[in-house]
């Protein structure tokens, strides 16, 4: 099965808001409120940001904030910061996989 | 707190078999469900089995044929065989905690280790 889709990059300046998009289908996003969200640092191993589409576990900014509309799950950073630059993934439970798919990433630069 | 520590050798020759350790600290194996998930530039992350601690497991189907994971709750690790291996399995590989549940997220990840095939 192929990752779930997501831009490449995105940017944004210091106190803006920006968006991630995650596009699957209707065996893994579009079926299930299981997409969850990761933040990843160079060097560093995938941290979870978002769960069940919009959940967030404990000790995670409410500046991460997560939605989902048919096939395409979102992530939302409200009041960007530089220690936001990062790579982010997206997963949902997959039909086929009878677990996780992820995305391919998104890589995030703050202006 | 739980914390993951994954271990092996860091080079493998083609054709031959990739073996790794997943040592678990601070916490137990009891009712979790615990992956292996690898990460490469090409094609980022991509989960390649989990083992639940009852015994269940399940394989990504484009690596099925090749992947046995296991677990040793009396030394508290998990391990992973990976054969037949080509450069395409070069990679970060991190052994992860999910929830009590399959559709849990992964939540714990260890530090990974870079297994470089060749």
């Known amino acids: 099965q192929s990752a779930l889709t997501q831009p490449a990059s995105v940017s944004g300046s210091p106190g803006q808001s920006i968006t991630i998009s995650c596009t699957g289908t209707?065996?893994?996003?579009?079926?299930?409120?299981?997409v969850s969200w990761f933040q990843q640092h160079p060097g560093k191993a995938p941290k979870l940001l978002i769960y069940?589409?919009?959940k967030r576990p404990s000790g995670i900014s409410n500046r991460f904030s997560g939605s989902k509309s048919g096939n395409t799950a979102s992530l939302t950073i409200s009041g960007l910061q530089a220690e936001d630059e990062a790579d982010y993934y997206c997963?949902?439970?997959?039909?086929?996989?009878?677990?996780?798919?992820f995305g391919g990433g998104t890589m995030l630069t703050v202006l | 707190q739980v914390r993951l520590q994954e271990s092996g050798p860091g080079l493998v020759k083609t054709s031959e078999t990739l073996s790794l350790t997943c040592t678990v600290s601070?916490?137990?194996?009891?009712?979790?469900?615990w992956s292996w998930i690898r990460q490469t530039p090409g094609k980022g992350l991509e989960w390649i089995a989990y083992?639940?601690?009852?015994?269940?497991?399940n394989y990504n189907p484009s690596l099925k044929s090749r992947v046995t994971i296991s677990l040793d709750t009396s030394k508290y690790q998990m391990s992973l065989n990976l054969t037949s291996v080509t450069a395409a399995d070069t990679a970060v590989y991190y052994c992860?905690?999910?929830?009590?549940?399959?559709?849990?997220?992964?939540?714990?990840w260890g530090q990974g280790t870079m297994v470089t095939v060749s």
């Open positions: 992860a905690r999910g929830g009590t549940s399959n559709f849990d997220p992964v939540d714990v």
């Open positions: 601070g916490g137990s194996f009891t009712y979790y469900y």
């Open positions: 083992m639940h601690y009852s015994g269940t497991t």
């Open positions: 209707r065996s893994d996003v579009g079926g299930y409120a299981y």
């Open positions: 069940e589409v919009i």
């Open positions: 997963s949902s439970y997959s039909t086929p996989m009878k677990y996780v798919i």
